[in-house]
């Protein structure tokens, strides 16, 4: 499920981007945009990464404790 979201993510930062680029102008609005999209991808990525690897190491038990 988590490569899922990684592959709908790089396409939802893609696609922005191209959006942000169409109007073959690309102002600071565009790459504050663009940079503030890949932090966030870069950030659901890596909160996926430490959920996978502590769902690793413990049970749905443990986790509700």
Do not use: C, I, P, Y
């Not at 663009?34 to 430490?50: M, S, Y």
Request: proline letters at 0%; hydrophobic letters at 20%.
């Amino acid at each position: 499920m988590d490569d899922l979201k990684k592959t709908f993510r790089e396409g939802e930062t893609g696609v922005k981007s191209g959006v942000r680029k169409a109007d073959g102008d690309e102002s600071l609005t565009d790459k504050l945009g663009n940079a503030g999209d890949e932090v966030r991808k870069t950030l659901g990525n890596a909160g996926d990464d430490l959920r996978s690897k502590d769902n690793d190491r413990t049970d749905d038990h443990d986790r509700r404790l």
